[in-house]
């Protein structure tokens, strides 16, 4: 009887032991130099990409891309729905270019990827020629699509042929079909004109500025919080949509002179004190609150944050290493498990792997690539002050530590 309690008393220490080993690896992983930190990103974004861009680039997409939905019917949709939200967060490190180093070459290959792949993709003599027009799934996928374009001209849109630049310009424009729904689909409107007025110098008016109007003067709930239309939800949508897509259309606005452009300084402000919000959220461990719809978008719930780093936009009391510390740990945290990919390397649809009832009706296996917009902060050069600090604990971290960090305070109306 005494030997089976000591099995069982050793048993029990092995088993605490493994996993404080696995709670304290996401600190550890999160105190590496930032040059390692940047390497986990970017061979954990080419892991995400890869089976996308290769197929799409040979014209395989729809016939290798695998189906995981609870609603069988969104088939025709889910293979935009991949490229779009991929294209949307790898953008930025694509724009950075080609070069002699490693990531340079990497680089290289996947710009060589998506500008074959995109070709493809409005090519309606291609077998992967995409669905951009019928309602009403794809004007959600091609507005980040259309993002993706706006973060990355010169490697992406300046690489394509004239003839696929006019087919994309000819998709974009087909799902102005598409009405979309007083809420955050409004943005996803504004997002396609606003990359067509930037692409093409023409828009239609209306549909750009519509969306701006309504989230400006009708939706805002306070403290950088925006309804998703008039009513207010606890979820990740002001991250997933609304700032990011609010401050592209600004920033377009601005560059041509647009009316409502002068709403954008409010709006950084606002984007920025989301982004804090955003960072707090991150645990000591690495993890964040499971909470609203469309979770098993995975890292994709740090769009803003990424977003506001990307654009220097991070309040005066975060250092931008404390950021990037954090999403390394959420990223690794994320992606431990090898359940979130299948046996070829598609995105299975889930959180931490493969947990269809996570998901609600509209989610499929393309819906998952938005959690590629938690790596825009990889369009920031390697010697950027986001990755060439030092590291450094985040807020929570800190905080669980016993060490001060500054009060948080609302934004002021």
């Known amino acids: 009887m005494r030997k089976q309690r000591w099995i069982i008393k050793g048993w029990l220490l092995c088993l605490c032991l493994w996993f404080v080993s696995k709670v304290q690896a996401q600190p550890a992983i999160a105190q590496a130099s930032g040059e390692m930190q940047r390497e986990i990103w970017v061979e954990q974004l080419v892991k995400i990409a890869d089976p996308v861009l290769t197929n799409l680039s040979q014209q395989t997409l729809k016939a290798e891309m695998p189906y995981e939905s609870k609603d069988s019917s969104r088939r025709k949709f889910s293979h935009l729905e991949a490229v779009g939200r991929l294209i949307c967060g790898i953008a930025p490190w694509l724009e950075l270019g080609p070069d002699d180093t490693p990531e340079g070459k990497l680089r290289a290959k996947y710009i060589d990827l998506a500008v074959k792949g995109l070709t493809h993709a409005v090519d309606p003599a291609s077998p992967d020629f995409l669905e951009f027009q019928e309602p009403y799934q794809p004007l959600v996928d091609a507005a980040f699509l259309a993002q993706g374009l706006l973060r990355a001209p010169t490697q992406l849109w300046a690489n394509l042929s004239p003839e696929a630049q006019a087919n994309l310009i000819a998709a974009l424009k087909s799902s102005r079909q598409i009405k979309p729904w007083e809420n955050n689909w409004l943005l996803f409107a504004s997002m396609i004109e606003a990359t067509l007025l930037e692409l093409t110098g023409e828009c239609d008016t209306e549909r750009l500025l519509y969306g701006v109007r309504r989230f400006r003067d009708d939706w805002y709930k306070g403290d950088a919080l925006y309804g998703d239309g008039p009513a207010f939800h606890q979820d990740y949508y002001n991250s997933f949509v609304i700032h990011p897509m609010l401050t592209d259309v600004l920033l377009v606005l601005q560059k041509h002179g647009m009316e409502g452009r002068d709403f954008l300084p409010e709006q950084m402000k606002r984007l920025t004190r ?55 740990a959420v990223i690794y945290r994320q992606f431990q498990s090898e359940a979130n990919f299948d046996t070829e390397g598609w995105l299975r649809v889930g959180f931490t792997g493969a947990q269809i009832d996570m998901a609600e009706t509209y989610i499929n296996t393309g819906s998952a690539y938005l959690c590629a917009t938690g790596f825009l902060a990889l369009g920031l050069p390697p010697d950027d002050a986001f990755w060439n600090s030092p590291s450094v604990e985040w807020t929570n971290l800190k905080a669980w530590n016993g060490i001060n960090v500054p009060a948080d305070s609302a934004l002021k109306p």
């Open 274 to 328: 989301y982004a804090a919000q955003l960072e707090r959220f991150i645990s000591p461990e690495g993890t964040f609150p499971v909470v609203g719809r469309s979770i098993v978008y995975r890292t994709g719930v740090f769009h803003a944050l990424a977003q506001a780093s990307l654009l220097h936009q991070l309040p005066t009391q975060l250092v931008p290493a404390q950021v990037r510390c954090a999403l390394t």
